[in-house]
């Protein structure tokens, strides 16, 4: 690899990503492998992660998994101890906040346990990891990079999705407030915005004639791959992005910026 490459790689650091088991979380993980990392896969259940694991061991990387909820502070905190607890892995350097879920239906047709669900996953969920892991961080007298996985709903709206987005607006505010108050203690703050991106879960509506019509309100008349994120990541979890902290990147294919 090039030397100017060099700073994107994170060889040897240890890098926690929460939601693991699937979609962005999953090919994070196998990225971040890919660049030397040795990484810890989060997800309530721990067996669904056995295949992202067993794939970055055949790839001749590092990869362990663990059980966590991050809507249970006590499950956080149970995590962290146990990736702490491997050989020598100790506290996370690297922090990908990006469990999330969401309900779709109408806004007068939302329920409270709809709300409750989506708020405590994507909001609440981002506050308990990202404070519990900043906490060892400081302890440990070392500077990290923390990434929260917002959404450019968390900027602009959609239907249908009224406690997604109230979630994801609030994950970018809060990854400013972090980044203001951990700026002294070297640890960085940023927020990764995905715009549509295909993952298994919604290539069906994505393909489908309604996802014919959303593609036409987006400028580059496409929506993102995967892989489109991973140049992003890499800026804001690596050194590359040293100097970038309260940072909101926005991978849309312009949409955000689309005409109203």
């Known amino acids: 690899m090039s030397d100017a490459l060099t700073p994107f790689r994170l060889d040897g650091r240890v890098v926690l990503v929460t939601g693991a088991s699937s979609g962005l979380g999953q090919h994070f993980a196998r990225l971040l492998a890919s660049v030397g990392a040795r990484v810890a896969v989060a997800a309530r259940r721990a067996d669904k992660l056995q295949g992202v694991v067993d794939d970055i061991a055949a ?49 007068l047709e939302q329920t409270e346990e709809d709300f409750d669900q989506v708020l405590d996953t994507n909001l609440k969920g981002c506050w308990l990891v990202a404070t519990e892991a900043a906490r060892r961080m400081v302890a440990a007298g070392k500077g990290g990079a923390i990434v929260n996985v917002a959404s450019i709903l968390g900027e602009r709206v959609a239907g249908g999705v009224a406690p997604y987005a109230i979630s994801k607006a609030g994950v970018v505010q809060a990854t400013k407030a972090m980044a203001l108050e951990l700026a002294r203690h070297r640890i960085r703050v940023n927020a990764l915005l995905p ?66």
């Open 195 to 260: 715009g549509y991106v295909v993952t298994d879960l919604n290539r069906d509506f994505l393909t489908s004639e309604a996802g014919d019509k959303l593609r036409s309100r987006i400028p580059s008349r496409r929506f993102g791959e995967l892989t489109d994120l991973d140049g992003p990541l890499l800026l804001l979890a690596s050194d590359a992005g040293a100097a970038m902290s309260g940072a909101t990147v926005a991978v849309d294919g312009a949409h955000l910026v689309s005409s109203l």
């Open 59 to 107: 790839a001749g990387g590092e990869a362990r998994a663990f059980t966590l909820d991050v809507t249970d502070a006590a499950s956080v905190r149970a995590c962290l101890d146990a990736v702490g607890a491997v050989g020598a892995w100790g506290v996370p350097d690297v922090v990908i906040n990006n469990a999330g879920v969401t309900v779709t239906r109408p806004l």
